[in-house]
């Protein structure tokens, strides 16, 4: 069955140094990096379509749109949530709030479009 609106994942990570500005080279602190809270809601995006895409379908990310509003130490559990709210032919597209705790420290939109994995493959 294919994907539609209302599905929705969820990931979550203890940050830990390595998931930090500081080794990822995106900043000089010891927090939650940027791209690691991109990584983080891409995979809860995954996380919604786990089961519900055709065999030998994936999907792959097209664009990603994300405030990252407030810092997460070392130690502090991150958890992403990702809502699918549209559905346009083979593009989907989510609504992804990442939160430490009972604050929001991260939200956006994530595009996904399905493809033929092996098609896909051959192209790369």
Same mark, same amino acid.
């Given at each position: ?11 979550? *990570? !203890? !940050?830990?140094? +390595? +998931?930090s500005? =500081? ?7 010891p927090?939650?990096?940027? /791209? ?5 809601? %891409?995979?809860?995006? *995954? #996380? #919604? ?6 065999? @030998?379908?994936?999907?792959? @990310? ?8 407030? /810092? ?8 992403? *949530?990702a809502?699918?709210? %549209? ?9 992804v709030?990442?939160?430490? @705790?009972?604050?929001?420290? #991260?939200? @956006?939109? *994530? ?9 896909? =493959?051959?192209? #790369?």
């Amino acid at each position: 069955m294919g994907p539609y609106v209302g599905l929705s994942g969820q990931q979550s *990570i !203890v !940050v830990s140094d +390595d +998931d930090s500005a =500081l080794t990822t080279g995106s900043g000089d602190v010891p927090t939650l990096a940027t /791209p690691r809270v991109v990584a983080l809601a %891409e995979a809860a995006a *995954i #996380a #919604a379509l786990d089961g519900h895409l055709e065999e @030998g379908q994936t999907s792959v @990310g097209t664009q990603v749109s994300l405030r990252h509003r407030a /810092p997460s130490p070392v130690g502090r559990r991150v958890e992403a *949530i990702a809502a699918l709210t %549209e559905v346009d032919g083979r593009t989907l597209r989510f609504n992804v709030t990442v939160r430490d @705790g009972d604050r929001t420290v #991260a939200e @956006g939109l *994530i595009e996904r479009v399905i493809v033929d994995r092996d098609w896909f =493959l051959r192209r #790369a």
